[in-house]
């Protein structure tokens, strides 16, 4: 089973030996399918015998509570203070689990479900006692930001779901409460991760390609100037720098194009991305690291695998772009 950049090594086999293939690691049965006429003819057209699907029990251990989202603020109305916001980090611990556990045999008990029944403090039993960490933390994830702000939360998606179980008679209070949590999660752990990964994906480009950072910056410069930074009103005035957001069509081993299904969170995933964009072009400058002799690195793109690609971590250089710059920048830590 590949762990590493899987999709291309798939995308080979579909080269190789079709749209469908099957195959079996000790005797547990794997199939892949290369099209979506193949899925929908297996899971729609004949569901009846094909829904069910490989069991990996490392993944379903940790996706019982939520998944996907938008922003912490909007799910719980709490503001991040720093980097080190514990928050943020329940978010990116929790994901990096689910992350892990979604990579088709990343762990052997996917392999040998027959595992999953022996003591975890048996030797090769490791798995069971990271599904039984991650666990513990994506209970946490859910539960800490909502029990946080009970009774007095700011408005939010999470303060909507605490006031309707205070005024709501006659249902299963645990179990509403069960579900309200997992609403505010949903609407809180996947934008994170995805919308780092466009980030984290935006800088590389910048590093790599200064010719489209200086265009955007030009732009920048020829509709706001410099005196002031670039906000929402100025967007359809920068028609560059919306390119910087639109879906990608060149990248994809099959286009997706007819297949793109509706994120709930796609308006305030595009605005929060131009908002980052143009705010970081206005002021910054990124440029490629350098060695100690002065010498400009080449960086390379390189993929993360798991349940979620983005660019592996790299360095770079931002600096304020003039002093003009600086003076915005101070002044907007000011406020």
Not at 168 to 173: A, L, R, S, V, Y
Request: hydrophobic letters at 40%; charged letters at 20%; glycine letters at 6%.
């Amino acid at each position: 089973m590949p762990r590493e950049k899987a999709w291309l090594v798939y995308d080979k086999w579909f080269k190789i030996y079709g749209e469908m293939v099957y195959f079996k690691v000790f005797g547990q049965g794997y199939l892949f399918l290369g099209s979506s006429a193949k899925i929908k003819d297996l899971f729609e057209k004949r569901s009846t015998n094909y829904s069910d699907r490989v069991q990996t029990p490392m993944l379903l251990d940790l996706s019982q509570s939520a998944f996907a989202a938008t922003a912490m603020d909007i799910s719980y109305g709490i503001k991040v203070t720093d980097e080190n916001d514990p928050y943020i980090a329940l978010v990116e611990e929790a994901f990096r689990g689910i992350s892990q556990a979604g990579v088709p045999g990343q762990f052997l008990v996917d392999l040998l479900p027959i595992l999953k029944n022996i003591p975890s403090w048996m030797p090769g039993a490791s798995f069971k006692r990271k599904a039984d960490y991650w666990r513990r933390i994506n209970v946490t994830m859910l539960d800490m930001p909502f029990d946080h702000h009970r009774g007095a939360a700011p408005p939010s998606l999470a303060a909507s779901s605490i006031e309707a179980l205070q005024t709501e008679q006659g249902k299963d209070q645990a179990k509403e409460e069960t579900l309200a949590k997992n609403v505010a999660g949903i609407a809180y752990i996947a934008g994170a991760d995805t919308t780092i990964s466009a980030v984290r994906s935006f800088f590389l480009a910048m590093v790599m390609y200064p010719e489209v950072q200086r265009k955007g910056q030009a732009e920048i410069d020829s509709v706001v100037g410099s005196n002031r930074l670039p906000d929402f009103g100025d967007r359809q005035s920068l028609p560059y720098i919306n390119e910087f957001t639109v879906l990608p069509h060149t990248v994809w081993v099959r286009s997706p194009a007819s297949h793109v299904h509706i994120c709930p969170g796609r308006h305030f995933s595009d605005n929060s991305l131009y908002a980052m964009i143009a705010l970081t072009l206005s002021v910054y400058t990124i440029s490629p690291p350098v060695d100690d002799q002065g010498n400009t690195i080449c960086l390379k793109p390189e993929p993360t695998s798991g349940l979620l690609s983005y660019p592996a971590l790299f360095e770079c250089i931002i600096k304020p772009r003039s002093r003009a710059a600086e003076a915005l920048i101070s002044e907007e830590a000011n406020d």
